[in-house]
């Protein structure tokens, strides 16, 4: 019989990251989540989908765009934790240097109040820690609630079958 090895998918997991009204910046200004810790076992993937549902603001320009950037980190046991971006353990307001983009979500062309727009990509390998980057180039603040700003992960392994 011969072994077959297929993607073994983890539940999605919403991140921690407050972006309810998250303001516009053209610098790179955002909110980071939580980092992830990609070591633990219930966690420890290979790689990782992200999945991202974002209501908008108030009047958001059109054909503008949301970046979803990766920052990830070592958890060295003696030294300093290196983070992306000098990123915290947490949820927090950041501005996005160095971090890699994961992708854009377009606010398309008939961008109105309280649409709500979508993104979702893989990311291989995501190392020991990870966490996200949302920077708002809509225009204008997204929605005020950060229940309407869902950015979630899921982890993927290979599984002999």
């Known amino acids: 019989m011969v072994n077959e090895i297929q993607a073994l998918f983890n539940n999605s997991t919403n991140f921690t990251v407050s972006a309810g009204s998250l303001a516009h910046s053209i610098a790179g200004v955002g909110q980071q989540s939580t980092m ?29 765009e949301l970046s979803l950037y990766l920052i990830t980190g070592d958890q060295h046991p003696t030294e300093t ?54 920077v708002n180039g809509s225009g204008e603040a997204l929605d005020s609630d950060d229940d309407n700003i869902i950015i979630r992960f899921m982890i993927v392994n290979p599984e002999v079958q």
């Open 36 to 64: 992830v810790d990609n070591s633990l076992d219930a966690n420890r993937g290979l790689s990782v989908k992200i999945f991202a549902e974002v209501k908008l603001g108030t009047n958001p320009d059109p054909d503008t």
């Open 81 to 134: 934790v290196y983070r992306s971006d000098g990123a915290g353990p947490t949820d927090a307001g950041i501005t996005r240097e160095n971090g890699d983009l994961i992708g854009t979500i377009s606010t398309t062309s008939t961008a109105v109040t309280g649409k709500i727009v979508y993104g979702d990509w893989t990311i291989p390998d995501p190392g020991v820690e990870f966490g996200v980057i949302l």
